[in-house]
């Protein structure tokens, strides 16, 4: 039995109706597409969860990714896409995998002895279309109900779940307000901004990408401390 007093989500898929315009929005604002892909991208049928995938979107998805935004990763925007265990400030997968292959990390977690990968396989496998269709937000309302402390976070530099599309989805749960938008801070510098609601606290931490703590370790483990200690990230001052 576990005695569950939170969840921790980063750059969780909330809503995927909601992550089309905000993908289509995010693109748009960081230059990556055209006016014309974006008119196509947010139009009522390429943004709506039963259309989306009828052929007259098609071009809007494909000019997209292959033409206009380049060899830009989708994860990291602020990067390109890493060549195969390819070692950079913006490709740290691989280096990352035979960390959390080494056996004193894996006790150092309390873990089974496994081999890690990212986005793993088996775990992918499990999801079906219609599972990812779903929206999650009625059960985020049944879990913050339950008494269930709930916190987001999201990098800033991820245009595959991005931060417009997390915001989003959280308002559309009307949840009271407790904290206004403010920025939080890191050895004295901004790490990103947070707004605290009633039974949740959204947290957008700052040049992270979608794997948050392996691009900003520093700041996600500020954020993870904060999450166990049921405490608000510290307000940046000068």
Not at 203 to 224: K, N, S, T
Request: glycine share 6%; net charge neutral.
């Amino acid at each position: 039995m576990m005695n569950l007093q939170g969840i921790l989500m980063g750059n969780p898929p909330l809503d995927l109706e909601i992550e089309l315009k905000g993908r289509a929005l995010y693109c748009w604002n960081h230059g990556l597409i055209s006016d014309d892909t974006y008119q196509g991208l947010s139009s009522t049928v390429c943004s709506s969860l039963k259309t989306y995938g009828v052929k007259a979107c098609e071009p809007y998805f494909i000019t997209y990714l292959l033409e206009e935004a380049g060899n830009v990763d989708a994860f990291n925007v602020l990067g390109t896409e890493c060549k195969e265990m390819e070692v950079s400030k913006y490709c740290l997968n691989g280096i990352t995998s035979k960390y959390m292959n080494r056996k004193d990390v894996q006790q150092a977690f309390h873990t089974i002895a496994t081999a890690w990968t990212h986005c793993s396989k088996a775990i992918q496998g499990s999801h079906s279309l219609p599972a990812t269709e779903k929206s999650m937000l009625p059960t985020l309302e049944i879990l913050i109900q339950s008494g269930l402390q709930i916190w987001i976070y999201s990098g800033d530099a991820d245009s595959a779940t991005p931060f417009i599309a997390s915001r989003t989805a959280i308002s559309k749960l009307h949840l009271k307000r407790k904290a206004r938008w403010y920025p939080w801070g890191h050895n004295s510098r901004i790490s990103g901004w947070s707004e605290i609601y009633e039974g949740m606290t959204f947290a957008m931490i700052r040049g992270a990408c979608h794997e948050a703590p392996m691009y900003a370790p520093a700041q996600a483990f500020e954020v993870l401390e904060h999450f166990l200690a049921n405490k608000s990230l510290p307000k940046y001052t000068e």
